[in-house]
Nanobody, 121 residues
Framework: QVQLVESGGGLVQPGGSLRLSCAAS????????MDWYRQAPGKQRELVAA???????NYADSVKGRFTISRDSAKNTVYLEMNSLKPEDTAVYYC???????????????WGQGTQVTVSS
C-alpha cells in the first residue's frame, strides 16, 4: 500500500501565500521524483513544479519566481511554497510521486487526491 496525502490548501487573498505539503507513506523503498500538478475547472491538468531525488527542479513559466518546490527525503515529503498568489492560481493541486517498492525495481507513478487552493478577495 502506497498513499500520498496533500495538505495546506485553503482560501487566501491575492498576494498572499500558502505552503502545500504531500507526504508519501506505505511500502516505499525510494522516491525518484515528486511533482505538483494543478487543475482548474474546465482546464487541462498542468505540471506546476517538479523535483528529482538529486534535487533538480523545474517550474512552469506561470509560477517561476513565485513558487518554490522542496523535498524532505527523510520524511518522504514534498512541499510547494506559493507566494504572490493570483486568482488564476485557483485550482486543485495534486501531488505525484515516482516510487520504487524494492531495490532495483522500476518506478511507479502515484497520485494524491488533491487539495483545493482558492485565491480570492
Amino acid at each position: 500500500q502506497v498513499q500520498l496525502v496533500e495538505s495546506g490548501g485553503g482560501l487566501v487573498q491575492p498576494g498572499g501565500s500558502l505552503r502545500l505539503s504531500c507526504a508519501a507513506s506505505g511500502s516505499i523503498f525510494s522516491i525518484n521524483f515528486m511533482d505538483w500538478y494543478r487543475q482548474a475547472p474546465g482546464k487541462q491538468r498542468e505540471l506546476v513544479a517538479a523535483i528529482t531525488s538529486g534535487g533538480s527542479t523545474n517550474y512552469a513559466d506561470s509560477v517561476k519566481g513565485r513558487f518554490t518546490i522542496s523535498r524532505d527525503s527523510a520524511k518522504n515529503t514534498v512541499y510547494l511554497e506559493m507566494n504572490s498568489l493570483k486568482p488564476e492560481d485557483t485550482a486543485v493541486y495534486y501531488c505525484k510521486a515516482g516510487i520504487t517498492y524494492y531495490s532495483g525495481s522500476s518506478y511507479y507513478d502515484y497520485w494524491g487526491q488533491g487539495t483545493q487552493v482558492t485565491v480570492s478577495s
